[in-house]
């Protein structure tokens, strides 16, 4: 996280050069209206003989004041250059660290994390990096130049007696800090919980509705919410026991030099303008020094979040390093798959254990198996999504884990049974918001997959927006549509994860015979429960709880009466039993 927030500000070295030029510009002008208004008022014993003098100093003033609007546009416009533009590359880099995670840790993370990463936790950095650059400058700028004015313009003793207030303001902001940080910490786990509840809430909300639930899903909301209430207020009570003392602090600084300046009057040590010139410097600090407790547990806030954030970017990421002519290789699609057993993370059953396939290419493997057997663990092995022992995959001969991974998923096609739409055009959840591929590539791939006629009949076509998850489209549709991205995608191995089980057997057949046709030379994998979906293939395995215990083709299987067997029986009637056989 470190190197990714220096790098970030390194991409605005020239503005922020020009953003401390123009803060310091700033803040050295801002010490001559102060002066200039004491000079005016040393000259008011007698105006009529320093009545020009006394014009000429407040048109300078006004000068001053255009002079300081210009210089506070510049350094305005520069810091949101710097604040917004490293937000954006800090959620970028973010994003991109997302999707390079590994399966396994991404798992572990919930959606309402996830948004509180996003949302709360980049924009806590981006504010405490924008205050540290912005408000730190002008505090130490401020320091330097109105000091320097005050001890070297009035009086150095005077200078002195009014920075013990301020002296005691620091104490007593280290003293306090630390209960900031307690509690933003609390409060920020909090807010946590209530994202966390308020995404499964969403996601659960036809779930809630139809055991209506919604009562008790309001008064937890509630509860979690009053929780989180009480730890912004517990917050807020501390910044604002800061802000008060500093507030304090700067009663006695006025009240110092009044007083004590006062008497220097008196005594002849300075006039009464140097003494009005020596207010107007400490006017300066008081911005500056009021942004101390924010700045303090701002950073702090940002401490935590940045502790937060530095623990995803701290996961192991998928080793992605590949270049572009890379990519176009092009694997053969032999498959071997030795002895590999594999469980999860944290979990000592086994998924799978001691399987061994061999699919050469052109040839179609059909995978059965129960609910839980290790078909989908089997195929995210064989995409990397986990990682596997060496010597227990190979492709073409090599080893999966000497294959890149871009290259490995660039040559296999994967369809998942979820058939994940986004809230997009179709024609980009085919081509999954690729430019390279042509719209009529993109609506030949809807022919083959059986889908072309019902999206003819939408308004906009293939131009037709869906809404989330493919919420406007049925289940079969949407399979269709995530079956369209195979027929698109040149790749060498194609793997259909119980995508057909929406589709009745019509146009199911009607697919797998597209899919014989397209892809004769090339190597496919079909999963699936129906017994019509793998009958023709070259080669059929039954998986239960992670082990091979049933391969062959068709007619072999049917006569070792097993499971597969049983599968048969359950879907068959004597009609179907005709078609299968």
């Known amino acids: 996280m470190k190197k990714v927030i220096i790098d970030s500000l390194k991409n605005y070295k020239l503005v922020s050069f020009i953003h401390f030029i123009f803060i310091g510009l700033n803040i050295y002008l801002l010490t001559y209206p102060a002066k200039i208004i004491g000079n005016i008022v040393d000259m008011l014993y007698d105006i009529e003989t320093n009545k020009q003098n006394i014009i000429n100093n407040i048109y300078y003033l006004l000068v001053m004041c255009v002079v ?12 949101t250059v710097i604040s917004r ?6 959620k970028v880099k973010l994003f991109e660290r997302f999707l390079k995670l590994k399966l396994k840790d991404i798992q572990n993370i919930k959606n309402g994390e996830i948004m509180s990463y996003f949302v709360k936790d980049t924009n806590e950095i981006r504010s405490a990096v924008y205050r540290i650059i912005s408000h730190g400058a002008r ?39 630390a209960q900031v940080e307690k509690s933003f910490a609390k409060a920020q786990d909090r807010f946590t919980e209530l994202s966390k509840y308020i995404q499964e809430s969403t996601d659960s909300i036809r779930t809630t509705k139809a055991y209506a639930c919604e009562k008790y899903q309001l008064e937890e909301f509630i509860k979690k919410n009053r929780k989180v209430r009480q730890s912004d207020n517990t917050v807020d009570i501390y910044s604002n026991l800061l802000t008060t003392s500093v507030n304090i602090c700067f009663g006695l600084c006025y009240a110092i030099a009044l007083l004590f300046g006062g008497k220097l009057v ?17 006017g300066l600090f008081v911005g500056p020094v009021s942004w101390l407790p924010p700045l303090i547990a701002r950073i702090k806030r940002a401490q935590i979040s940045y502790g937060r954030l530095n623990k995803v970017f701290a996961l192991e990421t998928e080793k992605v390093n590949v270049k572009e002519k890379e990519t176009k290789n092009k694997l053969q699609g032999n498959i071997v798959i030795k002895d590999l057993s594999f469980h999860y993370p944290n979990l000592m059953e086994k998924a799978l254990e001691n399987i061994n396939i061999e699919v050469k290419k052109g040839q179609t493997l059909g995978i059965m198996g129960t609910i839980g057997s290790g078909k989908t ?3 995210n092995l064989l995409t990397r999504l986990y990682s596997i022992p060496r010597g227990k995959i190979e492709i073409d001969g090599k080893d999966i884990n000497d294959i890149p991974i871009e290259v490995l998923r660039d040559n296999i096609c994967y369809i998942t049974q979820d058939n994940f739409l986004f809230s997009a055009t179709l024609k980009d959840n085919i081509s999954l918001f690729k430019e390279e591929y042509r ?9 083959k997959a059986v889908i072309y006629d019902e999206i003819s009949k939408m308004k906009k076509g293939i131009e037709t927006k869906i809404g989330e998850r493919g919420g406007d ?25 119980d995508v057909f089980s929406a589709l009745d057997n019509r146009t199911s057949q009607t697919l797998l015979e597209n899919v014989k046709e397209y892809f004769g030379d090339k190597t496919c994998i079909i999963i699936s429960n129906k017994v019509s979906d793998v009958k023709n293939t070259d080669k059929i395995i039954v998986l239960k709880n992670g082990s091979i215990i049933e391969r062959g083709v068709h007619e072999e299987l049917i006569q070792q009466n097993g499971l597969y067997h049983e599968f048969y029986k359950q879907q068959s009637t004597k009609a179907e039993a005709e078609i299968l056989a």
């Open 68 to 79: 300081l609007l210009l210089v506070r546009i510049v350094w305005k416009y520069t810091e």
């Open 85 to 90: 533009g490293f937000e954006r590359d800090i």
């Open 139 to 177: 505090i130490v700028y401020t320091f330097i130049f109105a000091i320097y004015q005050m001890a070297s313009g009035v009086n150095i003793y005077l200078t002195i007696a009014i920075m013990i207030p301020i002296l005691i303001a620091s104490y007593l902001i280290v003293k306090i800090k």
């Open 266 to 282: 008196v005594d002849g040590q300075i006039t009464v303008g140097e003494l009005v010139a020596f207010n107007g410097y400490i």
């Open 377 to 379: 663990t089997l195929m």
């Open 439 to 447: 719209i009529d590539e993109i609506k030949d791939s809807t022919k």
């Open 473 to 497: 489209l049925s289940g079969g549709q949407k399979q269709r549509v995530a079956i369209s991205r195979a027929f698109l995608k040149n790749s060498s191995i194609l793997i259909f994860d």
